[in-house]
């Protein structure tokens, strides 16, 4: 089963609007990441949010984390065509484990 | 830097056949992780080195694939007696460090069984 999930399964945008995408998780973390992948491509890391943090922010990507309710989101402001792309959450069971992703969420920007 | 090089991009193999892919990590990177994707799966962890030995293999089928780390500089991932089942994109990544570090991909390897 997965370690962590990201919802919903794919979101529909037009350019300028804003997105977000949720993840939810299974265990206690020190840290999970953000990424994002384009048709073609490997997935690219996007944000590093800890455990001991509640926010971080990369230019027009916001992330939060609940660790109460073992949760994250990712925001995307002012969208462009280019942020086309599948969204991963990731994390690990602990620094001996490897990283497991998501199934990802489908986003789409249309001009 | 060139990032992860991943090798061949594209490979078509006969049912039985093996197939081996190549991975080379960025330059410095201790940690080299391997995944397999699919529609159906997703980006499944298969295994990952650090510093060449092996640290998680929990992803690994347990016959027919094989991973090594023979020097810094190259990991391989072996598959015996293909199956149309295999068919997936294989990625590569490299960290500095442990998992809960960044993971640098490369562009993977579309493996076809036929």
């Known amino acids: 089963s997965q370690l962590a999930e990201e919802n919903p399964w794919a979101l529909s945008v037009h350019e300028g609007e804003s997105v977000t995408v949720n993840c939810s998780y299974k265990t206690s973390i020190t840290a999970l990441q953000w990424y994002r992948q384009k048709s073609g491509e490997g997935p690219a890391q996007l944000i590093l949010?800890?455990?001991?943090?509640r926010e971080k922010r990369n230019g027009r990507l916001r992330a939060t984390l609940d660790t109460s309710s073992q949760s994250s989101s990712l925001s995307i402001t002012a969208t462009r065509c280019e942020d086309t792309a599948v969204y991963f959450c990731a994390t690990a069971y602990n620094y001996a484990q490897g990283l497991t992703f998501g199934l990802g969420t489908r986003v789409s920007v249309f001009p | 830097n060139a990032g992860v090089i991943q090798t061949p991009r594209h490979k078509v193999t006969g049912k039985g056949q093996e197939a081996t892919l190549w991975c080379e990590p960025i330059s410095g990177h201790s940690a080299v992780f391997w995944y397999r994707q699919t529609i159906v799966q997703g980006l499944e962890f298969l295994t990952y080195?650090?510093?060449?030995?092996?640290?998680?293999d929990s992803g690994m089928p347990k016959e027919r694939f094989s991973a090594q780390m023979p020097n810094q500089s190259h990991s391989t991932l072996k598959i015996q007696s293909t199956q149309p089942q295999d068919s997936a994109v294989y990625l590569c990544?490299?960290?500095?460090?442990?998992?809960?570090?960044?993971?640098?991909f490369g562009a993977g390897t579309r493996l076809s069984v036929l």
């Open positions: 990544a490299s960290s500095l460090g442990a998992s809960q570090n960044t993971l640098y």
């Open positions: 949010i800890r455990s001991n943090e």
């Open positions: 080195f650090r510093n060449q030995a092996p640290i998680d």
